[in-house]
């Protein structure tokens, strides 16, 4: 049984910054479509980051809500069999429980930042940004 599992989250201040984690038993993580959502109280969950392996050695493709555009890169950690997101210039807008999905594809498709496409969750990390 996959089972995706988040790490790395915590509270910090405006400003700061985290590192997230997702790792995954039971498949190899660089070969899949990985991406991150996240949802604050009240609201929808959103797609954050995608990353995608390019069925080259060690080349991905990734992409990004445009809120985190240029501040969390994602990135594969291959040794860990993980998929991380750094997130850089925390805003209090970024408060939230942050998911990492997957569903076993190595390509995310054009819908890469729908929650239903994605089988596999993790259980969830909160981060909480204080201004």
């Known amino acids: 049984q996959v089972q995706p599992v988040e790490s790395g989250g915590g509270s910090v201040q405006a400003g700061g910054s985290l590192r997230l984690s997702c790792a995954a038993a039971?498949?190899?993580?660089?070969?899949?479509?990985v991406v991150w959502f996240r949802q604050a109280p009240g609201k929808e969950r959103e797609g954050v980051a995608a990353?995608?392996?390019?069925?080259?050695?060690?080349?991905?493709?990734?992409t990004y809500a445009d809120s985190v555009k240029g501040r969390f890169p994602i990135s594969q950690d291959n040794a860990r069999n993980a998929v991380s997101l750094q997130m850089n210039s925390l805003k209090p807008e970024d408060t939230a429980v942050y998911y990492c999905?997957?569903?076993?594809?190595?390509?995310?498709?054009?819908?890469?930042?729908?929650?239903?496409?994605?089988?596999?969750w993790g259980q969830g990390t909160q981060v909480t940004v204080s201004s």
């Open positions: 039971g498949t190899i993580i660089s070969d899949d479509c």
């Open positions: 990353i995608w392996p390019l069925g080259r050695a060690s080349l991905y493709a990734s």
């Open positions: 999905a997957t569903d076993q594809k190595t390509d995310c498709g054009s819908d890469y930042f729908s929650p239903g496409q994605y089988r596999l």
